[in-house]
């Protein structure tokens, strides 16, 4: 059974970069999925920021492309997102997923964490 | 960027009725559309892919249809544990985008 597990801070101050990591079990990041980073927040609904292949292959949503950068690291099964410049709106609820590959189109999310909320507010 | 619409945004169903969720995409995205269900403080959970198969494990009640641009998730008899917000999301092309939410509610 694949798990994903988000972690990190739930408070950040305007202008500072967001951190946050995402630990999967039951299934390894150097696999053959892309995994990503989609945030959810009142004013906005589900918003997928990136996604990306162990090969380093990355997407990103171009509204966030300026400032986000999505990692993996295969030796802790780990992915990390990283925000920067954050302000009031990307108070939101952040979820790491795994995305099913398909050979038509891009792919969707399954499973996901449980969600991780973070805060902006000085 | 493919625009994904919802509707209604609210559908208000009394138990054992039959309720049927409207998503439309801005151009055609074929069949590649999933849906998902949320529950108040969890994640979402993916109950359709190909805009008709069934993830495993999700009940025969529900059912999805459509292609293009028109898309319909139905849920043929509502069990208390099927009151959630559905959403679907598009995966023809980037970046990936999602509708936003039918919350279905007891009635």
Redesign the interface.
Known sequence: QVQLQESGPGLVKPSETLFLTCTVSGSSVSSSYYWGWIRQSPGKGLEWIGSMFHSGNTYYNPSLKSRVTISLDTSKNQLSLKLRSMTAADTAVYYCARRITVPVGVGWFDPWGQGILVTVSS | ?IVMTQSPATLSVSPGDRATLSCGASQS??T?L?W?QQKPG?????LI?GASTR?TGVPARFSGSGSGTEFTLTISSLQSEDFAVY?C?Q???????????TKVEIK
């Open positions: 960027e995205i074929f590649n999933a998902y969890q994640a979402p959970r993916l892919s993830a959403y999301q995966y023809n092309d980037w970046p990936l985008t999602f509708g936003g939410g």
